[in-house]
C-alpha cells in the first residue's frame, strides 16, 4: 500500500521568507510526528499529533514554527522568515496510534523534505 | 550527556561477515527500542522493533536489549553490500513516544565492502 508522502521533496528558499512543508501519512494511520534531521546530528523530535491534536508544541524550535492537522490526515509544518539554521530534511512520520506492547505504534517514515535556506 | 549514545563510524567490514552495531542511554525509563535502517537521502526504514529486555530475531537482524546496562544492540548476518546505510537506533518510554516522540542516536554510517 502506499506509504507516507512528503512534499515538496527539495525546496529552496530565500532568508527571511515563509514555506508551507506537507505530510500525507498512512490511510488509517491516527498518530503523525514531525522531526528534524540537521547534517551531522541525529532525528530531532518537533512535534505529534494524535488525530487533529497537539497536545504539547513544545517541541518546535521557536515560535517560527507551527504545524496543523485537518480531518485527521493531512499535515503541514510551517515554517514563518526562515533562518539559515533551518536549513534540514524535515521527515514525517505516521503510526496506528496503538498504545500496547504488541506493537500498533511503530513509525513509518516519509521520504522527507530538505529545506535549504540561502 | 545526550541521552542516547551511538559511534558514527564508518564502520567498514568484508562481505558476508556479521555486524555489530551498539547503542547506549541514559534514561532508564526507556522501554521500547527499534532500529531504523536509512539509505542517502531517503527516509528512514523500520528493521526491529522490541519492547523490555531480550532478543528478537527477523531474518539476518537480530536485535538485543539489556536493560540493566541500558544497551542495545543489532546484529546483521551474512552482511551484503546491499546492506550499507546509515543505521538509527531509536527508543522511547512509551509506545510512539507520545508528546516525547522517539529519541534518536545519531547513527552509525556501515559499509559492507565487496
Known amino acids: 500500500g502506499a506509504g507516507v508522502s512528503q512534499s515538496p521533496s527539495n525546496k529552496v528558499t530565500e532568508k527571511g521568507k515563509d514555506v508551507e512543508l506537507r505530510c500525507d501519512p498512512i490511510s488509517?494511520?491516527?498518530?503523525?510526528?514531525?522531526?528534524?534531521?540537521?547534517?551531522?546530528?541525529?532525528?530531532?523530535?518537533?512535534?505529534?499529533?494524535?488525530?487533529?491534536?497537539?497536545?504539547?508544541k513544545s517541541g518546535l524550535p521557536s515560535?517560527?514554527?507551527?504545524?496543523?492537522?485537518?480531518?485527521?490526515?493531512?499535515?503541514?509544518?510551517?515554517?514563518?522568515?526562515?533562518?539559515?539554521?533551518?536549513?534540514?530534511?524535515?521527515?514525517?512520520?505516521?503510526?496506528?496510534?496503538?498504545?500496547?506492547?504488541?506493537?500498533?505504534?511503530?513509525?513509518?517514515?516519509?521520504p522527507g523534505t530538505r529545506l535549504t535556506v540561502t | 550527556?545526550?541521552?542516547?549514545?551511538?559511534?558514527?563510524?564508518?564502520?567498514?567490514?568484508p562481505e558476508g561477515a556479521i555486524v555489530s552495531l551498539n547503542c547506549t542511554y541514559s534514561n532508564s525509563a526507556f522501554q521500547y527500542f527499534m532500529w531504523y535502517r536509512?539509505?542517502?537521502?531517503?527516509?528512514?526504514?523500520?528493521?526491529?522493533?522490541?519492547?523490555?529486555?531480550?532478543?528478537k530475531e527477523d531474518g539476518r537482524f537480530t536485535a538485543q536489549v539489556d536493560k540493566s546496562s541500558k544497551y542495545i544492540s543489532l546484529f546483521i548476518r551474512d552482511s551484503q553490500p546491499s546492506d550499507s546505510?546509515?543505521?538509527?537506533?531509536?527508543?522511547?518510554?512509551?509506545?510512539g513516544g507520545g508528546a516525547d516522540g522517539l529519541t534518536f542516536g545519531k547513527g552509525t554510517h556501515l559499509i559492507i565492502q565487496p
Open chain 2, 38 to 55: 536509512q539509505y542517502s537521502r531517503k527516509g528512514p526504514e523500520l528493521l526491529m522493533y522490541t519492547y523490555s529486555s531480550g532478543n
Open chain 1, 63 to 110: 515560535d517560527r514554527f507551527s504545524a496543523e492537522r485537518t480531518g485527521g490526515s493531512v499535515s503541514t509544518l510551517t515554517i514563518q522568515r526562515t533562518q539559515q539554521e533551518d536549513s534540514a530534511v524535515y521527515l514525517c512520520a505516521s503510526s496506528l496510534g496503538l498504545a500496547g506492547n504488541l506493537g500498533g505504534d511503530e513509525q513509518y517514515f516519509g
Open chain 1, 28 to 56: 488509517g494511520h491516527t498518530a503523525l510526528y514531525w522531526y528534524r534531521q540537521s547534517l551531522g546530528q541525529g532525528l530531532e523530535f518537533l512535534i505529534y499529533f494524535q488525530g487533529n491534536s497537539a497536545p504539547d
Open chain 2, 85 to 95: 546505510a546509515t543505521y538509527l537506533c531509536a527508543m522511547s518510554a512509551i509506545p
Open chain 2, 1 to 13: 550527556q545526550k541521552e542516547v549514545e551511538q559511534d558514527p563510524g564508518p564502520l567498514s567490514v
